[in-house]
């Protein structure tokens, strides 16, 4: 399912989905890093959305709902040059038409990466 999508172009692995928590990790490679050498805000938010976005899908009726990215915001504290980052979602507030997920990404020695806060819209499929 991930084939010919941002997850694979990223190699973001998705390794623990449960309801209101998911974990994936992502390599700090030529394809996360800015032209500096450093991890890529926005392969972090790509993370972090989606995370939330599996998560949020995990929690709705399939048959009737869908789910898209709503708002997302990110605060990158830490550089990161190589290796890997694991994002943990877990939700905040689940209601009928939205989510609020917090994420935290970590690196291999669990320090704070990125901070982000993402909101799911909850999407009513059309029979």
Known sequence: MIENTLLHSLGIEVTLVEKGRVIATMPVDERTRQPFGLLHGGASVALAE???SVGAYELVDKETEAVAGLEINANHVRPKTEGEVTAIATVLYQGKSTQVWDIKITDEQD???CVSRC?????????
Do not use: E
């Open 50 to 52: 989606t995370v939330a």
């Open 111 to 113: 320090r704070m990466i």
């Open 119 to 127: 909101t799911m819209a909850v999407i009513k499929l059309k029979k």
